[in-house]
């Protein structure tokens, strides 16, 4: 009677042992399939918010290097020139609707003004302006206009030629801070002049001052401000264009978080119709589950930056496609009842390797999205600096030939320091990187190294050395990228008025660089994990970057057997204090 007790005990333990472990195996494949699905949501959104953004970056760019096209040329730009000039970038980029140049023109200036434009062919032209209504009249007697003179492509934007943006208030709010600024300002939502559609667009304006550089004093530039150049955009187009070679079933709505709460709304996305519409539909609400793909509003949510506004998607994750336990969790829960306690450390070393593979596989697409970016852009320079040298070889000065060969050799030299970087990094991480020290004059390299960087910044460097210049036994590559990353860093987070100061001191064994700057600063909490890879400041907003700086920092000094610090105010700036070993 007692031993059949004990058996029915031992049976009923070792069943109780069973279920425990079955339903903890279920709990972690539970877990682990939430954190898949969101990881798949998450990675989906954050492509989608990378293309937009890229094309957004895209095309400013265009419409920058329009800006330096009429910049470098001397004689006023006739119409065919600048319809040559804007036709591979509307060919290439689809979502730009138009390119358009318009002028000041003051109101004695208007009959003269007219008379001009029709006797280029366009015999009933006229300087308009919208009704309430949208309907184009003559425009009104006003101190001065800017009315539409070019615009390519003509064909389906006839009707904005001679446009008054002068007499629509959301233009004109976009046009005031851009000429007072000197940069590409974005509007907020308008109704196109030329839209048959019921969708809404915006403009992104560039100002033109009678000097080629952006005066240095406000009044001046208000006094030499001489017309804008515009690009033309729907947002549906851009959108779409963006979107091409991306089918992931995610609806998500733009907002302009810059724009009063009434008019912040710009368009919603519908995934499976692959197109925008303009009509907010209030009812629509996020699904939410016990287990969301979103536990909190802001993981639903990205912001863009265009032209000084801010832009906000939020995502909707497949409102039609409810969230999903899989069968495992079951097969789990039958077998389970068989499983030992090596199935916990089973599940636990699993959950562990699933862990490091998604820590790689998040690190990998960073690395892609950022250097796909950072090389995008200068090569983006590159380009267009070549074409405007071959467009315009015969009426360029050698002066403005130099500064566009300038230009191109500026940024080659910042594109090959990126990927020197990139292949130092790779090279520490698998242990391959080759370590030559030589014989230096400490501050002549140092000088020699502030000069390069001093002719790509704006800052000033003002460098100091308080003892007899040391010799030091250094890599002179990495040192170079040492000092390279650290004043470029202080440049790139600084306001451009400010100094960045370099102090150089030694004793008999070491020498130490300090570095300086009055930028943006770190936060406190943040300090701990900007040296690794691809882990940048929470306040850095808009600004370009890797994420690599001080990673190549941190192998140079290494490798060195140096020691290194970061001290950070964050608003106040930045001192950096590297110490290396003089042999």
Known sequence: MIKSFRHVLVLSIMMGMGVSLSMLASFWVYRWEISQQQNRFQQRIDNLAIALQRSLNRYTNVLTFLGDYYAVTQD??????????????????????????????????????????????????????????????????????????????????????????????????????????????????????????????????????????????????????????????????????????????????????????????????????????????????????????????????????????????????????????????????????????????FLHNLQRELSRTKALNDLKQRFFSIASHELRTPLSTILLSTESLQANHHQLSEVQKQTNIQRIHRTARQMSQQITDLLTLARAEAGKLEFHPELLDVAIFCQTVIDEVQGGISQSIVFTSSNSAPKAFWDKKLVRSLLSNLLSNAAKYSPKDTTIEVMLSSNVYTATFEIRDRGKGIPVSELAHVREAFQRGSNVGNIAGTGLGLTIVKVCVDLHRGEWHIKSIEGRGTTVIVSLPLE
């Open 76 to 345: 006023r730009v006739q119409r065919q020139e600048f319809a040559n000039f804007v036709a591979r970038s509307l060919a290439t980029y689809p979502g730009i609707k138009a390119l358009e140049w318009a002028p000041v023109v003051q109101n004695h200036q208007r009959v003269t003004y007219e008379r001009a434009i029709r006797a280029e062919g366009y015999p009933t032209f006229q300087i308009t302006e919208l009704t309430d209504n949208y309907r184009l009249i003559p425009a009104k007697n006003r101190p001065y206009y800017i009315p539409v003179t070019y615009i390519a492509p003509f064909v389906g934007n006839e009707v904005a030629l001679g446009f008054d943006l002068n007499s629509s208030n959301a233009r004109v709010a976009a046009i005031e801070p851009s000429r007072e600024t000197g940069k590409v300002q974005a509007t907020g939502r308008i109704r196109l002049v030329q839209e048959q559609r019921d969708q809404y667009g915006f403009l992104m304006v560039l100002p033109l001052y009678q000097t080629a550089e952006v005066p240095i004093e406000i009044a001046a530039r208000q006094t030499q401000f001489e017309g804008v150049l515009l690009g033309v955009f729907r947002i549906s187009d851009v959108v779409e264009e963006s979107l091409q070679g991306l089918s992931y079933a995610v609806n998500f709505t733009l907002y302009d978080l810059d724009a009063p709460s009434d008019k912040q709304f710009l368009g919603r996305y519908y995934a499976d119709k692959r197109t925008v519409m303009a009509t907010e539909n209030r009812s629509l609400r996020r699904v939410r589950q016990p287990q969301s793909l979103c536990p909190k509003p802001t993981h639903c949510t990205r912001t863009l930056e265009i032209g000084q506004r801010q832009w906000l998607i939020d995502f909707l994750p497949w409102e039609n496609r409810p969230f999903r336990i899989g069968y495992r969790t079951l097969i789990v829960l039958l077998t389970g009842l068989f499983l030992t306690g090596s199935l916990v450390l």
